[in-house]
């Protein structure tokens, strides 16, 4: 499964590659093709040893965890903690940009990034996408994968502390993703304040018909709206002025 059309440079001296591409696809969408997969994602995580010990025991579970549950489960579970509110969201731009004019901006500069590494996307995902921007840094040697990681390690911070306050087995399994990408990076793991984000149904709802005419204007919510009749004009004569 490519994520990018290009050719791929060789794995870093240190061996960092293998590893940055097994973290990509652990937090991809947990489809057949994925699950296949575990068993080598496991073995390049364990050969290249770019982790610690703690951490690998940790992604070992989440490994664990996604080839035991019930496909339909670990897939309900992804779109749970991924797909539904903006503080753990993979796009990164989100959680610095959100949808202001900055992001698009921003992603145009990151797409210009890849391209100039002989890279193109494919597969319709944005550009801040997490496992595409993992992808792109295992590409390049390890000095410029890890500055480059280290650019982004504030935003990968925000969505490791969301995850942990979510306080499920999921969670904290997938949060030890965010904390290995964050060790490559020579940063610490650790949780950090959260900006307040408002509830799901009150950022995506529409606003009121008639932005809500029936409480708004000169009469109050509590009290009766006047109605206000006219007689039908007749053709050819002038209507009758709205009653204000």
Not at 117 to 122: D, E, F, I, T, V
Request: charged fraction near 25%; glycine fraction near 6%; include cysteine.
């Amino acid at each position: 499964m490519a994520f990018f059309a290009g050719s791929f440079a060789a794995p870093t001296p240190q061996r960092m590659s293998h590893t940055l591409r097994a973290l990509a696809w652990l937090l991809r969408y947990p489809d057949d093709t994925l699950r296949v997969h575990l068993p080598d994602l496991r073995g390049a995580l364990h050969d290249e040893r770019a982790l610690g010990a703690a951490r690998l025991a940790e992604i070992d579970a989440l490994v664990e965890r996604l080839a035991s549950l019930p496909p339909l489960r670990a897939e309900a579970e992804y779109f749970d903690l991924f797909d539904r509110g903006r503080r753990t969201s993979l796009h990164l731009f989100e959680h610095v940009h959100g949808d202001s004019r900055d992001r698009g901006q921003a992603m145009v500069d990151l797409t210009q990034t890849y391209e100039r590494a002989g890279l193109l996307m494919a597969g319709g995902e944005l550009p801040d996408y997490l496992p595409l921007v993992l992808e792109y840094a295992s590409t390049q040697p390890a000095a410029q994968a890890v500055e480059f990681l280290r650019e982004l390690a504030h935003i990968v911070r925000l969505v490791f502390t969301a995850l942990i306050e979510r306080q499920s087995a999921s969670a904290a399994h997938f949060a030890a993703v965010l904390g290995a990408v964050l060790d490559l990076a020579g940063e610490k793991a650790e949780r950090v304040p959260l900006p307040d984000e408002p509830p799901l149904d009150e950022s995506w709802a529409e606003p009121p018909a008639f932005d809500g005419c029936s409480s708004k204007g000169q009469a109050r919510a509590d009290t009766p709206q006047p109605i206000h009749v006219h007689r039908k004009a007749s053709a050819g004569a002038v209507p009758p002025r709205a009653a204000v």
